[in-house]
């Protein structure tokens, strides 16, 4: 009985320990089939992102909102991306996934990093039913001037439906053939849009145009209408 | 006295390291392939600048960084008059339309050229706006420097003199 008792403890506290390796992050309650799961980039999480996962939740989408920066007190750097545990975030993501809900993971700039890092942890079939959309990924290892790019090997991403989200204002566009062709080379399957006259980060500009202004307070839609064409439901 | 001294000596150490610190040299590499067309459609290489030290800029009208440096290349044009340096600005990836709306409120006295599709910008591995290439009179790479600077002023100015002063005398 006592030895019964025992493993009952252990159980518990093994729980709590997987529990409390999933990063902190806002819930954004919903009751329609999808879950979005936004992992803000190295800047931390903007207001205007805040208000979409808000709307996004309002139209049905269930958000779960990740700042990694602030989750674990990293500075805003691309390079704090890297630290990450990917394992952590696998679990975020297998938590995610026993809600029952169809998952698609949003993650901006070098937040991809973590995020295909924890896609490539999964077991093959998890890995099967997650969607991944990367808005202006940044996988680069380097990118020197007269030199070639040199993308992250991030482990297998085999079965994974990877869309890419690429302002056209951005000095990656040029570049985001080959950042595919590298996510294709690890086994995701790709697509991309292009987001017409908007640069990286629009929502959080200094110096917005009128039309960055207008594309921030409907971040939600602009989701809803990618989420929708990709087809991954 | 002497402590004095000495920190006012390491202060001026660390200040010219700082400033050293964005310009990349590089070993006279020969430079990739220059191919795109000014806004008067005339194809332009680098075989027109030939004999002259060349400043590469890469930039669009959408990056901030890139048209705060602008009006500084404008000066260092006028300053360096009737010397054999020729400044090119190339617009990465953006249409005529969107170069020209720019231009109506900047006006420059130096050759603009248009990379619509980014074969250039990728041909020089151009990562980051603005990227700029200093060129030595033989079409070699010597300097590149990523993000923005004052170009007519400070290590910028004495970068240039320093290729201008390679040449022959008859030519400088």
Known sequence: ?????????????????????????????????????????????????????????????????????????????????????????????????????RVVVYAV????????????????????????????????????????????????????????????????????????????????????????????????????????????RRMDAMLLRELNAWGCK | MKRLLATCVMSLLLTSGAQAAGFEARAATPAPELKAQDLAGAQKTLADYRGKVVLLNFWASWCPPCLREMPSMERLRVKMGGRPLAIVALDSAETPEEVNAYLSRMKLGFPILLDPDGSNTKRWKVFALPTTFLLDAEGRVRYVLTGPTEWDEGEALEVIKSLLAELPARSK
Request: with cysteine; proline share 8%.
């Open chain 1, 109 to 216: 700039a070098r937040a991809a990093v973590p995020v295909l890092r924890a896609a490539a942890a999964l077991e093959p079939a998890e890995r099967e039913r997650l969607c991944v959309m990367l808005m202006y990924p940044n996988l680069y290892t380097v990118a020197e001037p007269l030199a070639e790019p040199d993308f992250l090997v991030l482990g297998s991403l085999s079965g994974l439906r990877v869309r890419v989200l690429q302002p056209r204002r951005s000095a990656a566009t040029p570049w985001l053939p080959g950042l595919l062709d590298h996510l294709a080379k690890q086994g995701a399957a790709t697509s991309h849009v292009i987001l017409e006259n908007l640069r990286e980060g629009y929502w959080a500009r200094e110096t917005p145009t009128e039309f960055e202004i207008a594309e921030s």
């Open chain 1, 1 to 101: 009985m006592r030895f019964f008792r025992l493993l009952l403890l252990s159980a518990w506290a093994c729980s709590f320990a997987v529990r409390a390796a999933v990063p902190d992050h806002q819930v954004f309650p919903a009751q329609g089939p999808q879950l979005l799961l936004w992992v803000a980039s190295e800047r931390g999480r903007a207001e205007p992102e805040v208000h979409a996962a808000q709307q996004l939740a309002a139209q049905g989408v269930e958000t779960w909102s990740l700042d990694l920066v602030a989750a674990y007190f990293l500075p805003q750097l691309p390079s704090s991306m890297d630290a990450v545990s990917p394992q952590d975030l696998a679990d975020w993501l297998r938590v995610a996934q026993a809600s029952g809900k």
